[in-house]
């Protein structure tokens, strides 16, 4: 069995995001949030272990996407992409004019983009109210962002779901935008991805609505801690266990850089069906710290750990 | 099980949250969703088939809910929920915070939900934050002494890019629909408070109110301030927070830690990760599924729940105060 686990790198910090404290996210400062400067840390983490990226799709890291992608050497870093975008969303929504206006400001940009598939399924879902239609242009839109942004050539193995989207689903039982979600992205060969903080719910919903794990990415919290691991760390390791056919990616393995990374990779590396990490990181010496030990111990046998 | 019927009115972002979390709970069951916008309606009548969508409160009569969350924007707080009391749609009432755009209209939904209703509850969610819990459980215990002063803030860079002059602000004001946690807050630790210096800045444009000041005062003699601003540089996520002096020590909390010093040069840190966060569904913030679970625990077992229309009464009477000091100023 291989027990080779995908490296990535988070893009939280990308976005002044620490989950520890906002104090800390301001003390970082702006360097950060600089595509050039994060692009480089992507690049770093790459040349010192990672795999691949895993970023929300935003005008940041869409940036940052640009710049690697004009080193060919990068061209096929894996990319794990989550849509929407959400906390801009949430953020803007006020001076948007609310949810409606949220929607007129991406209907323009998606006509701006002159992708006319993603025109044409946004205006029969205007026309009809066809959720599945709105969510097909918006999501052929991202795709083609994304592209776009990355060349032609990039490596886009999975588009995931963000969690604020994939949890409001979940909690609503919108089982017919989980499917429609996965028939799609898998139809413009893309892994389907579901971002979650709730991964035992989201495994029991998916059981009862008969939906197949296989080739399904899921990211979910996982610390030993239990920081985000909703409704408990066992759960979690329970639901992880049950499902060795499914995509599963760590995040927040660090618990927001509350943990030390020996202790945060002891607990990961020894989870039963994790296929992959995701860690995000701020300087320069933590990346190649962090990629160095996380390829010595994730890309060895289980024996070895 | 008896099953709490819901009804939730206005699906911006805070009716979807609140409705997803309540279909979550076992002893709720979602009936309807009231939204005025006529292609969100359509949207949720395609989406949610066995959920009655409805485009004005006075329909929710027919369907008779136990419980409706008003989470339309602030005017209209005032109306919805009047409609809902005097129609006698229903007795059980969670309001977004705050509960109404002036003290004058909350006063009147007290008087409302007094003669008419039962539980009711307004969303001033920090109540629910670990953190601010765990400070509140210190001051209790007397931990920091005799309590010296306080400094609170509410920050955010909601607003910070706004063009100067957007005409597109939200109507209420920073204190209203920032400051107003911050107060809340300050009331659940310190009790009544009194105003006696205040100034409101207009940054984005004139008459808006972007920056807020306040210097008040308990009823027992203490003495803070509070500051609120949505247009603060690297505030991606709103923060609320409060230093509080006592002559035993120095504690500082906010949504993510509270540090605790002592005069003894003893420090103690406190993260989110340290006090128990994790609830059955995580969506948006634990403080969200622990706010909706007390109010509905409060239905089903028949009493009161914190912070109430009566205590965000005095939150509203703060704001009041703020604008009369800063006017005369």
């Known amino acids: 069995m291989n027990d080779e686990k995908v490296l990535l790198v988070g893009d939280n910090p990308f976005h002044g995001v620490s989950h520890l404290s906002q104090e800390r996210a301001t003390s970082r400062g702006e360097k950060l949030t600089n595509p050039s400067y994060a692009a480089e840390l992507v690049i770093t983490s790459v040349e010192n272990g990672a795999d691949g990226f895993m970023f929300t799709v935003s005008e940041t890291t869409l940036s940052i996407l640009r710049i690697i992608s004009r080193r060919e050497e990068y061209n096929q870093l894996q990319l794990y992409a989550i849509v929407p975008y959400t906390y801009e969303f949430v953020r803007s929504a006020p001076l948007a004019g609310g949810i409606p206006g949220l929607a007129r400001k991406l209907a323009k940009e998606i006509a701006s983009s002159r992708n006319w598939r993603a025109v044409v399924n946004g205006v029969t879902g205007i026309i009809t109210t066809t959720p599945t239609a709105l969510l097909r242009s918006y999501l052929i839109y991202e795709v083609f962002r994304l592209k776009s942004a990355a060349g032609k050539r990039a490596n886009l193995v999975s588009l995931l779901l963000h969690e604020l989207v994939t949890d409001m689903a979940l909690a609503l039982n919108m089982d017919w935008l989980f499917r429609m979600y996965i028939d799609f992205v898998s139809s413009v060969r893309i892994k389907p991805g579901f971002e979650t903080r709730n991964f035992p719910c989201l495994v029991q919903k998916f059981k009862e609505w008969g939906i197949d794990f296989n080739g399904i990415v899921m990211a979910a919290p996982f610390n030993s801690i239990g920081f985000q691991m909703c409704p408990s760390r066992e759960k979690c390791e329970e639901a992880l266990a049950e499902i060795p056919e499914a995509e599963v990616i760590a995040f927040s393995i660090l618990a927001a850089g509350y943990l030390k990374l020996p202790e945060a990779i002891e607990y990961v590396v020894n989870l039963p069906n994790l296929k992959g990490v995701a860690v995000g990181a701020s300087k320069e010496c933590h990346v190649r710290q962090t990629f160095n030990v996380l390829k010595k111990r994730c890309k060895c046998s289980g024996l070895e750990l | 099980?008896?099953?709490?019927?819901?009804?939730?009115?206005?699906?911006?972002?805070?009716?979807?949250?609140?409705?997803?979390?309540?279909?979550?709970?076992?002893?709720?069951?979602?009936?309807?969703?009231?939204?005025?916008?006529?292609?969100?309606?359509?949207?949720?009548?395609?989406?949610?088939?066995?959920?009655?969508?409805?485009?004005?409160?006075?329909?929710?009569?027919?369907?008779?809910?136990?419980?409706?969350?008003?989470?339309?924007?602030?005017?209209?707080?005032?109306?919805?929920?009047?409609?809902?009391?005097?129609?006698?749609?229903?007795?059980?009432?969670?309001?977004?915070?705050?509960?109404?755009?002036?003290?004058?209209?909350?006063?009147?939904?007290?008087?409302?939900?007094?003669?008419?209703?039962?539980?009711?509850?307004?969303?001033?969610?920090?109540?629910?934050?670990?953190?601010?819990?765990?400070?509140?459980?210190?001051?209790?215990?007397?931990?920091?002494?005799?309590?010296?002063?306080?400094?609170?803030?509410?920050?955010?860079?909601?607003?910070?890019?706004?063009?100067?002059?957007?005409?597109?602000?939200?109507?209420?004001?920073?204190?209203?629909?920032?400051?107003?946690?911050?107060?809340?807050?300050?009331?659940?630790?310190?009790?009544?408070?009194?105003?006696?210096?205040?100034?409101?800045?207009?940054?984005?444009?004139?008459?808006?109110?972007?920056?807020?000041?306040?210097?008040?005062?308990?009823?027992?003699?203490?003495?803070?301030?509070?500051?609120?601003?949505?247009?603060?540089?690297?505030?991606?996520?709103?923060?609320?927070?409060?230093?509080?002096?006592?002559?035993?020590?120095?504690?500082?909390?906010?949504?993510?830690?509270?540090?605790?010093?002592?005069?003894?040069?003893?420090?103690?840190?406190?993260?989110?990760?340290?006090?128990?966060?994790?609830?059955?569904?995580?969506?948006?913030?634990?403080?969200?599924?622990?706010?909706?679970?007390?109010?509905?625990?409060?239905?089903?077992?028949?009493?009161?729940?914190?912070?109430?229309?009566?205590?965000?009464?005095?939150?509203?009477?703060?704001?009041?105060?703020?604008?009369?000091?800063?006017r005369k100023k």
Request: proline share 3%; net charge negative.
């Open chain 2, 1 to 326: 099980m008896m099953k709490v019927k819901v009804a939730v009115v206005g699906l911006g972002k805070m009716g979807l949250l609140h409705a997803s979390l309540l279909n979550v709970l076992p002893n709720v069951e979602l009936i309807a969703l009231c939204e005025k916008n006529s292609f969100i309606r359509r949207f949720c009548k395609k989406t949610f088939k066995d959920i009655n969508v409805v485009a004005n409160v006075k329909e929710l009569s027919d369907i008779d809910p136990d419980a409706i969350y008003v989470t339309t924007p602030i005017f209209s707080h005032f109306p919805v929920i009047k409609a809902i009391y005097t129609e006698e749609i229903a007795h059980n009432i969670f309001v977004e915070k705050p509960l109404a755009s002036s003290y004058t209209k909350a006063m009147e939904l007290c008087n409302l939900a007094r003669d008419q209703g039962r539980v009711n509850m307004v969303g001033y969610n920090r109540r629910f934050t670990v953190t601010f819990r765990k400070a509140k459980e210190i001051l209790d215990e007397g931990t920091l002494g005799e309590l010296v002063f306080f400094e609170g803030y509410a920050y955010s860079s909601d607003l910070l890019e706004v063009e100067v002059n957007s005409k597109s602000l939200p109507r209420d004001g920073v204190l209203r629909d920032l400051g107003c946690h911050v107060i809340d807050l300050a009331f659940w630790f310190f009790g009544e408070l009194k105003v006696e210096i205040a100034e409101i800045k207009s940054i984005i444009s004139e008459g808006s109110e972007d920056f807020v000041y306040l210097r008040i005062k308990t009823l027992e003699g203490l003495e803070g301030e509070i500051k609120s601003s949505w247009c603060m540089k690297n505030y991606r996520l709103p923060e609320i927070g409060l230093i509080i002096r006592g002559s035993k020590g120095i504690m500082k909390v906010n949504d993510d830690k509270l540090e605790l010093k002592l005069s003894n040069d003893k420090t103690v840190t406190w993260y989110r990760h340290d006090l128990g966060d994790n609830v059955p569904f995580l969506l948006g913030g634990a403080e969200y599924f622990r706010e909706d679970e007390a109010f509905i625990r409060a239905i089903l077992e028949g009493h009161n729940v914190e912070p109430s229309f009566q205590t965000a009464l005095k939150v509203e009477q703060v704001i009041a105060q703020v604008k009369e000091t800063a």
